[in-house]
Nanobody, 125 residues
């Protein structure tokens, strides 16, 4: 089992910044992609940013140039630096990780998708 624990949400004024962190723990062989998603009331969950274990990052168009995702593979953590926040960024933010949890009978890796409990970000105008 893999557990994701988020921290860093809160209330901020428009134009301000917040930093979200997520730490993965548990029975982890390795972690592939990590990322952040968000869900505003009455809306579906949407991708904010993802970062693979190696390679380029991916951002939603709405946050490009304002948000930056990074990770520490040794610590199994992922961070989202959010700048120039607007009220439209208000949502519950969820950490996501795709973790290898073992191998099947043929020795192929088994991957599972995990979610954190969410942390609220509220941006006031």
């Amino acid at each position: 089992q893999v557990r994701l624990v988020e921290s860093g949400g809160g209330l901020v004024q428009a134009g301000g910044s917040l930093r979200l962190s997520c730490a993965a723990s548990g029975s982890i062989f390795s972690i592939g992609s990590m990322g952040w998603y968000r869900q505003a009331p009455g809306k579906p969950r949407e991708l904010v940013a993802t970062i693979p274990s190696g390679g380029s990052t991916n951002y939603a168009d709405s946050v490009k140039g304002r948000f930056a995702i990074s990770r520490d593979n040794a610590e199994n953590t992922v961070t989202l630096q959010m700048n120039s926040l607007t009220p439209e960024d208000t949502a519950a933010y969820y950490c996501n990780a795709v973790a290898r949890v073992g191998s099947d009978a043929l020795g192929y890796p088994q991957w599972r998708n995990y979610w954190g409990q969410g942390t609220q970000v509220t941006v006031s105008s």
